[in-house]
């Protein structure tokens, strides 16, 4: 019997977010939220903590916000791989110079622009993250094979993956806060699905 698939969103980072800016503003603001840490204040939930217990592996992307959710969900008591393969779906500031606005309503423009197509040279398109997200998917069954798999990663990518595991053969048994931080998703394999994955090895 396979493992299950949890996903986490990292907690709250320790970027103001009480301000107004233009687009090019939001791209450096992003930036610094990329580069952020976990607010001083932030601790995750007791649920969240025991589902990370129970895990066989514990995952997380490269960026510092997801890193150190890991860290505090295990305690620092195990070794997290962190891959780049997990980090989020990019929001490039859209091209309207005229406009200034708070950074989440930003988030929202920007993801309705790079969702429609729009992604700067350079940029990860929508396409190429829903492709990212089904080497994701693979990865995660594969470590299935050896018990729960808990990844602590990124609020519109676990989103994303959600939609991708539900429509594959997996069933959301359970969920906690919605899409904020701290929040976390639990997938079982529908009883009809047969494992299809080797066990990949961790990178040290």
């Known amino acids: ?11 709250r980072p320790n970027l103001a977010r009480d301000l107004t800016i233009s687009a090019r503003e939001y791209g450096d603001w992003w930036a610094r939220y990329d580069a952020s840490g976990l607010h001083p204040d932030e601790a995750p939930p007791p649920a969240l903590i025991d589902l990370a217990g129970k895990a066989t592996t514990v995952l997380s ?12 969900v295990t305690g620092g ?6 891959d780049p393969i997990f980090v989020e779906a990019p929001l490039p500031p859209p091209p309207v110079p005229w406009l200034k606005l708070r950074p989440g309503q930003w988030g929202v423009v920007s993801r309705l622009f790079w969702s429609l197509g729009y992604a700067p040279e350079g940029v990860e398109s ?6 990212r997200v089904d080497q994701i998917i693979n990865r995660l ?18 989103w994303m993956i959600d939609r991708k595991l539900r429509r594959s053969g997996w069933r959301r048994a359970a969920r906690d806060g919605g899409n904020h931080y701290w929040s976390w ?9 047969e494992p299809a994955h080797t066990t990949p090895a961790i990178a040290e």
């Open 126 to 131: 929508a396409a190429e993250a829903w492709m």
């Open 185 to 193: 998703r639990i997938y079982e394999a529908e009883p009809s699905r």
């Open 141 to 158: 069954e594969a470590f299935t094979e050896r018990g729960d798999v808990l990844l602590c990663a990124h609020g519109f990518l676990n």
């Open 61 to 72: 992307s490269t960026l510092p916000r997801a890193i150190e959710t890991a860290r505090q």
């Open 1 to 11: 019997m396979s493992g299950r698939i949890i996903t986490a969103r990292h907690g």
């Open 77 to 82: 008591a195990r070794d997290v791989p962190a």
